[in-house]
């Protein structure tokens, strides 16, 4: 199996990035819009921030009774996320999204947003490979 790299899978992405003090609101309709389960949030030097998700809509603000239209994604965001460059492999970037139990994760090159990894953008022998390292380490 030849191994991908990031890379390849963000390749002419087009993505969806925020203002910390853009309402939850908002950036749901953004989301939406766009039918995906994540933004990046980004200051006024368009640094990555933050990643807000589906997930934090559900924990930090539904199940919190916080408005949404008064509601910053800057207070529910997940600060300083991880991320990997374009040239890890694909599988590698699986792994950590395994290990940190996140569904998204950001693709950044000196500082520079170039996309966002979802779950989804993995084939199947790079998930069967991860699952398969997993079930080794549960042997030993």
Not at 46 to 69: H, Y
Request: hydrophobic share 40%.
């Amino acid at each position: 199996m030849a191994f991908r790299v990031v890379s390849d899978l963000v390749h002419d992405q087009d993505v969806l990035t925020v203002d910390p003090a853009l309402s939850v609101r908002e950036a749901t309709r953004g989301m939406d819009v766009r039918n995906v389960g994540a933004v990046l949030v980004v200051d006024q030097a368009g640094a990555l921030v933050g990643i807000f998700t589906e997930r934090d809509l559900l924990r930090r603000v539904v199940s919190q009774g916080r408005d949404p239209n008064e509601t910053p994604v800057s207070e529910v965001m997940t600060p300083k996320p991880d991320t990997v460059g374009p040239r890890h492999l694909a599988v590698e970037a699986l792994r950590l999204m395994r290990e940190g139990r996140y569904r998204h994760l950001p693709v950044v090159d000196g500082g520079q947003i170039l996309g966002i990894l979802s779950q989804r953008d993995f084939w199947g022998d790079e998930v069967a490979c991860v699952d398969d390292q997993y079930e080794l380490w549960q042997r030993l």
